[in-house]
């Protein structure tokens, strides 16, 4: 594989439970090439969504540093923060998190709200994203009129209209039926092999990490990595 | 304006919910527009006074009425140019419900003092002509369909006749404009010699004295010559500008802007409660879809405006349309009620004032559900979610 585009050194993440301190991540290291596939998996609270938001730039490590694309997100304040995700990392959450209130392609075209395109270059940003995921037919529906899988398939476009080097998925397919689920993991891959995306995925499930290139096993807030797919 | 269509659905995410917060809005600027007109009709008199004259009255009560012999005595007093009276008559037309102001006067004296009114040479001097003449506001004349020529039989309420009849007939000889257009027309002027002639009672008299400061003169010192010259008179007098006297008259009937202010508060308030309540939930109910915006890159800042320019949207639509009915329904009360109380009318000051309101009821209805989005932690809103 090519360059590094993420990098954790000497992680640790400690959270306050009222009196109680609780390390969720535990010095951990982590190095995720341009182009990977990853899964990441383990139990409830081992620490692979706090790993997630650390990549994503939703929250900050107690310790250690977190590089992404070259920017040391560590450092950033939240509205540069705000600003580089907006550019760099799109987020694809279990429950798919659409606005109800919006169609899917209004939806799609959410985050270019925050770009200097005109409304015609949204527009069509968001059509060619709803293009790739099989959905260009279903761009004046609303999420109510979405089945799981097709929501799904918004919030990726709507995690790719930006064109971010970066998707971090977290148990995408959590929701999803078995075919569904492979649907949208076979798009993953897609996003993955053809378009170049680097993707994270945290998931419980074994299957789904099968179609990712590499698997690491989280627990107790470090990492292990488990044979290639 | 890219996050209008956002801030548009958001806004109406419960159609009923928003529906009912419009109407709130909506009848409180409706009050609003309402109440600022009246208070405007009850100001009228202030806002056109001409700082140059001066208004005489009976230092006890401007009911009182001062001797016609303080007219030469006014008009002598030094840093005074020119002097005319008037007196209220308080009589109604066919029916009670018909009242407006009737003043006799001298017209040729009362004409010079108020330029500002205008008429024909022709009908003035017909006026002057005719001792049962009367001359009336275009404003009455419209609302009572009166014409030159015709004969206005006026029902007095105080003044009864030396023949004790208490009506009293006018022919009408003109109609009378004003180049202000704050300046009410409601009124009929007739002669003061045919007044002093038939009334029963109280000749010798006038109701009050207008005065001109001669060029150059001070106005407070012209003021306190002339009530000096009464001082331990029987008929003591008291000289203020005419601002000072159109508020002494509005005050006749209780402190109209207090209690108009004191209204449109509790209406307010309550407003904003019903408003801040509103958005308060709204925001509770997307807690997620808030984080969702804030993890694609929406900044604190613009889930603020968000927010905010939702509760503002909300109290535009509302404020708008009560402005916009309130604005039609002044038309048509300052048509019924032009003469009772003339100068009913929702200025360009009030409306400038309302939109202001509905803007600063905005962001006050929205300001802590704003900062609560704006605050809101990523992390822990998605994992509520």
């Known amino acids: ?229 | 304006m890219k996050y209008f269509r956002l801030i548009w659905k958001n806004a109406w995410r419960k159609k009923v919910r928003t529906s009912l917060t419009i109407l709130s809005v909506f009848v409180a600027f409706l009050l609003f527009a309402l109440l600022s007109a009246i208070g405007f009709a009850f100001r009228g008199g202030v806002d056109v006074a001409d700082a140059e004259r001066l208004v005489v009255i009976h230092k006890v009560s401007l009911i009182n009425p001062l001797p016609m012999s303080y007219l030469n005595r006014i008009a002598a007093t030094d840093g005074v140019a020119s002097v005319t009276h008037a007196s209220w008559f308080g009589g109604y037309y066919q029916e009670p419900r018909n009242q407006f102001g009737q003043f006799p006067v001298d017209p040729d004296t009362y004409f010079a003092m108020y330029p500002e009114l205008q008429i024909a040479e022709e009908r003035l001097k017909a006026f002057k002509r005719n001792r049962t003449g009367a001359v009336v506001g275009q404003e009455l004349a419209k609302q009572f369909g009166w014409e030159v020529g015709d004969r206005i039989p006026i029902q007095a309420t105080i003044w009864s006749r030396t023949d004790g009849e208490r009506t009293w007939e006018f022919d009408l000889e003109g109609i009378f404009s004003t180049d202000d257009p704050r300046g009410s027309t409601a009124y009929m002027l007739f002669q003061y010699d045919f007044f002093e002639e038939a009334r029963a009672f109280g000749k010798g008299t006038a109701g009050w004295y207008i005065l001109r400061v001669a060029n150059g003169a001070d106005p407070v010192q012209v003021a306190k010559t002339v009530d000096l010259q009464f001082a331990n008179s029987p008929n003591e007098t008291k000289t203020s500008t005419e601002a000072a006297f159109a508020q002494s008259f509005m005050k006749q009937f209780g402190n109209i802007a207090l209690i108009v202010m004191l209204i449109l508060g509790a209406v307010f308030f309550t407003l904003l409660l019903v408003s801040g309540n509103t958005m308060s939930q709204s925001v509770r109910e997307r807690i997620s879809e808030l984080a969702v915006l804030k993890t694609v890159g929406f900044g604190d800042r613009t889930v603020l405006g968000i927010v905010l320019s939702e509760s503002i949207l909300i109290m535009l639509m509302g404020g708008l349309l009560g402005l916009g009915l309130g604005w039609l329904i002044v038309q048509g009360l300052a048509k019924q009620m032009g003469a009772f109380l003339p100068g009913v009318f929702l200025s360009p000051g009030a409306i400038a004032t309302g939109i202001a309101m509905m803007v600063g009821a905005g962001v006050l209805a929205g300001i802590f559900p704003a900062v609560k989005a704006m605050r809101l932690s990523i992390i822990d809103a998605l994992a509520r979610a």
């Open chain 1, 1 to 229: 594989m090519s360059d590094i585009l993420a990098q954790l050194t000497g992680v640790s993440r400690i959270y306050q439970k009222g009196k109680e301190k609780v390390e969720v991540l535990h010095q951990l290291d982590l190095e995720i090439p341009d182009g990977d596939f990853v899964a990441i998996m383990g139990p409830s609270g081992s620490g692979k969504t706090t790993l997630l938001n650390l990549l994503g730039g939703l929250d900050k490590p107690t310790a250690g540093t977190v590089n992404v694309g070259g920017a040391e997100l560590s450092s950033m304040s939240n509205n540069q923060l705000s600003r580089w995700r907006s550019n760099h990392v799109g987020f694809i959450f279990q429950f798919y998190n659409l606005l109800p209130v919006l169609t899917a392609h209004r939806n799609v075209e959410l985050p270019l709200l925050l770009t200097n395109f005109s409304a015609k270059e949204r527009a069509k940003r968001a059509s060619i994203a709803l293009d790739i995921v099989g959905l260009a037919d279903r761009a004046k529906h609303y999420p109510r009129e979405l089945s799981g899988g097709q929501e799904q398939r918004v919030a990726i476009a709507r995690a790719i209209v930006s064109d971010p080097s970066l998707l971090l998925c977290d148990e995408p397919t959590g929701d999803l039926d078995r075919d569904t689920a492979d649907e949208i993991l076979r798009l993953l891959q897609v996003l993955n092999r053809e378009h170049g995306k680097t993707i994270v995925m945290v998931t419980h499930d074994a299957q789904a990490a099968e179609f990712a290139k590499r698997t690491l096993h989280c627990d107790k807030g470090t990492l292990e990595a488990k044979e290639a797919a």
